[in-house]
């Protein structure tokens, strides 16, 4: 004999696709020189523009984010997928 009890067992509805990215399964970029993975990011590096690189003829700075490894305090320059070291 049935109980009633069918429902509210088993798993959680099945609800749309979502894609779930668990930042512990992606690959941590590490600092090349100590192998920490956490850097800062509040710093920039600047560089002058001259009259001839500039685009509108203009002297101007550009800002150029870094990031600062919070344990060897090495300086990196942020590519695209990597981390340029700034000596
Ligand atoms: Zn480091």
């Known amino acids: 004999m049935s109980n009633g009890r069918s429902t ?32 800062s990011l509040s710093f920039v590096r600047m560089k002058k523009l001259g009259v001839v690189q500039s685009p509108n003829n203009k002297p101007m700075i550009l800002k150029v984010e870094v990031a600062v490894c919070s344990k060897c305090e090495s300086v990196f320059q942020v590519a695209e997928d990597k981390l340029i070291p700034i000596t």
Request: one cysteine or more; charged letters at 20%; proline letters at 12%.
């Open 8 to 39: 509210g067992y088993g798993k959680p509805p099945v609800g749309p696709v979502k894609i779930n990215i668990n930042l512990n399964d992606l690959e941590d970029v590490v600092c090349p020189n100590c192998d920490n993975s956490i850097f």
